[in-house]
């Protein structure tokens, strides 16, 4: 599907101006899903760039805003999650951006770091407009600041360790490690929203990311699944070597395709 993509700046997010890239499929129109996204970069990523992932996932019929969540506010906690949890405030009420319709649902998604700002993003609605906030789609999510699973020492064959080590250096120093900072280590994860799970058997956040779906599964949390097949080129999503052609697109449209699909049965 040809999608189409445009950059916009919503001028009245409640913590000022924010710069985004919207990708919209061109199948899109009224009811269309809307995904407020979170790009990765190891917690130091801004400015806006282009998106494999958004693309795959407009490629379904959805309307995806890319934010530039780190450049208002600096990326050091509580500072993204405010921006995030700004902008999906503004997109709640009512449609605010102008995209979609009260017919449409509204997710938000991440990857890397951005799977961070979204999980932590679905919490924070959880506990204070939970009914606006109808899925999330997290992939290859960071959220082990410990860093301490098996798969993560597959990180330096893929040049991402020291990145991924300073990346939470500097997003955690503000001082402290709130729940909302690390989600593998929030305590009460039961109410969150309906998840779409993604990693692949070569990833090195593969153990943290299975890790907390079995969490969010416990504790009653709906969540779809999906580890992809070494050999995808999935590491290249979030900037790790990998000498492989990227052939993990379909599998990301055609997922959250069926993802949406029940939800929307459901409501």
């Given amino acids: 599907m040809t999608v189409q993509v445009k950059d916009m700046v919503f001028e009245k997010v409640a913590i000022g101006p924010v710069s985004t890239r919207v990708y919209q499929g061109a199948e899109y129109g009224k009811g269309s899903p809307i995904v407020l996204f979170f790009h990765g970069g190891a917690f130091q990523g801004s400015g806006l760039q282009d998106s494999p992932v958004a693309e795959a996932i407009a490629s379904a019929g959805a309307i995806v805003v890319v ?4 450049a208002p506010l600096g990326g050091v906690f509580p500072k993204p999650l405010e921006v995030g949890y700004s902008l999906f405030s503004y997109m709640a009420n009512k449609r605010a951006s102008g995209l979609g319709d009260r017919n449409s649902l ?5 990857e890397e770091a951005g799977g961070n700002i979204a999980a932590s993003v679905a919490f924070k609605a959880r506990d204070h407009y939970a009914d606006a906030l109808d899925g999330q789609v997290l992939i290859s999510p960071l959220v082990d600041p410990f860093m301490g699973t098996s798969s993560i020492r597959e990180a330096d064959a893929i040049g991402m360790r020291e990145r991924w080590a300073a990346g939470w250096s500097h997003y955690l120093s503000g001082g402290g490690c709130h729940p909302y900072a690390a989600p593998c280590l929030c305590s009460r994860i039961a109410g969150v929203a309906p998840a779409l799970i993604f990693t692949a058997a070569d990833d090195p956040l593969r153990d943290e990311t299975l890790g907390f779906a079995d969490r969010l599964k416990q504790a009653g949390v709906a969540v779809r699944q999906n580890v992809l097949p070494a050999g995808t080129g999935w590491t290249g999503i979030y900037g ?3 000498a492989e052609a990227p052939t993990w697109q ?9 993802f949406v699909q029940k939800m929307s049965v459901r409501h």
Avoid: H, P, Q, R
């Fill in 67 to 70: 934010a530039d969540y780190n």
């Fill in 250 to 258: 379909s599998s990301i449209t055609n997922e959250f395709k069926m």
């Fill in 106 to 110: 509204l997710l938000v998604a991440g």
């Fill in 240 to 242: 790790g070597k990998t």
